[in-house]
Every structure is written in C-alpha cells, then in structure tokens.
C-alpha cells in the first residue's frame, strides 16, 4: 500500500539558510503528493502539492520536484526565515480506500533562529 | 472566511463523563474528517464522511462516534472517555474525497484524567 516517510527532526537553522527535508514515498501508480504545514497552536494547512511526476510544487519561497525516479518529493527552501519554524508534513492519499484520506508522514519539526 | 471551526479548543474532562466536540465547516464541502494527533505517532484518522448520512471508521475508532446529519456539522462524540483519549484531535474536510486537498481546523486538546 501506499505510504510516506521523511527524515527525522528536529531541524535547527540559522535564518537565510538553505533548508531541504527529505520526503520518500511508496506508492501504487502515480498519485499526487502533498506538503502541510503546521505553525505552533494551529492546524495544519497545505503548503504545495504535486500532482504527476516531474511536477514542481511551490509556495511562499518552498518548492518540492516529484521525481519518480527516486520516489521522492524533498521540500527546499534557499533562505529560511524565523517564521518558518513550525512541522512540516510530507503526504499522499491512500489508493482504494477510506476515502481516499490522506496518509502523513511523521512530520519534521523545523526550527529557525535569527 | 473560508473555515474549519472546532470547539472546545481545549477541554480537562474526567473518565466516563461523555463529551462531545463540535466541527463546522462553511466551504459546502462534502468530505470530513476527525484526525488525533500524537507524539510519535503521528495523525491517525478516526473516522470520515463522504456525505451526509455518510461515515466510515478509519484507522482508531475504537471509543468514538460521530454522525453527519447536516453537510456542515461533524461532531465528534466520546461517550465514555478514557486517560488514552487525551491527545489533540484535528477536523478537517475537502470538496470531495481523494482530492487530498485538507482544510484544517485549529484543533481540540483534550485531557482525561
């Protein structure tokens, strides 16, 4: 079945740094691929989203290529700010069932400090 | 506003004392979902709808319940809660099912002691 995993947290910047975290995906035929967000006290919010392969995602300074090649979708970003200090989740959607809901990674804790 | 709202945003309750927590959304989506949020575990879907009238368990519902009998509303009900219910507990809905595309409430923490 389909499933996601990102390289662990935390990650500790300094601000204007270069920021990737890794995202690789096993998956059934080619779904679209999904980066969340979620700053301290709230929600999550979808960030960017992918939706076939070689697709380039981007939002707010972050980008992240689907490469089927290598099953991944990394999240980058050339110039963190402070305000960019919040968990980042890689996701896709489950293929056959329960709605199609999402399947998340574990989340990669980002902090950024000036 | 486009918005998924939840309420209480946090809430002390004890064991057994049934509790409901309520989710509202203005978008007409058709889907939603509950989500629980815990440290090293990640998001685990409790349950989801499709539509009205329309819910399904997902991976943890053991404890819960929920109803969708308007579009709008998908309350999230433990009847008799227990200490390993204490978590954060996320709503969210899209416009249809698979789109993949979440809006997020702000979340419920919820402790039982």
């Known amino acids: 079945g389909n499933s996601v995993t990102q390289m662990e947290g935390p990650v500790t910047l300094s601000e204007e740094a270069f920021l990737t975290i890794n995202c690789t995906y096993t998956?059934?035929?080619?779904?679209?691929l999904f980066w969340y967000v979620q700053y301290p006290g709230e929600g999550l919010q979808l960030l960017l989203k992918?939706?076939?392969?070689?697709d380039k995602g981007s939002n707010k300074g972050f980008e992240a290529t689907y490469r089927k090649e290598t099953t991944s979708f990394h999240l980058e970003k050339g110039s963190v700010q402070v305000s960019d200090s919040a968990v980042y989740f890689c996701?896709?959607?489950?293929?056959?069932?329960?709605?199609?809901?999402?399947?998340f990674g574990q989340g990669t804790e980002l902090s950024v400090k000036p | 506003e486009a918005q998924v709202t939840q309420n209480p945003r946090y809430l002390i309750t004890v064991t057994g004392k049934k509790l409901t927590v309520t989710c509202s959304q203005n978008?007409?989506?058709?889907?939603m979902s509950w989500y629980r949020q815990d440290p090293g575990l990640g998001l685990r879907q409790i349950y989801y709808?499709?539509?009205?009238?329309?819910?399904d368990k997902g991976d943890v519902p053991e404890g819960y319940k929920v109803s969708r009998k308007e579009k709008r509303n998908f309350p999230l009900i433990l009847e008799s809660p227990s200490p390993n219910q204490t978590s954060l507990y996320f709503c969210?809905?899209?416009?249809?099912?698979?789109?993949?595309?979440?809006?997020f409430g702000e979340g419920s923490r919820l402790t039982v002691l």
């Open positions: 998956a059934t035929g080619y779904p679209s």
């Open positions: 996701a896709l959607p489950l293929q056959g069932g329960q709605g199609g809901k999402l399947i």
């Open positions: 978008m007409n989506h058709e889907y």
């Open positions: 992918a939706t076939k392969a070689d």
């Open positions: 969210a809905s899209s416009f249809l099912a698979g789109t993949g595309e979440l809006f």
């Open positions: 709808s499709m539509n009205v009238e329309v819910t």
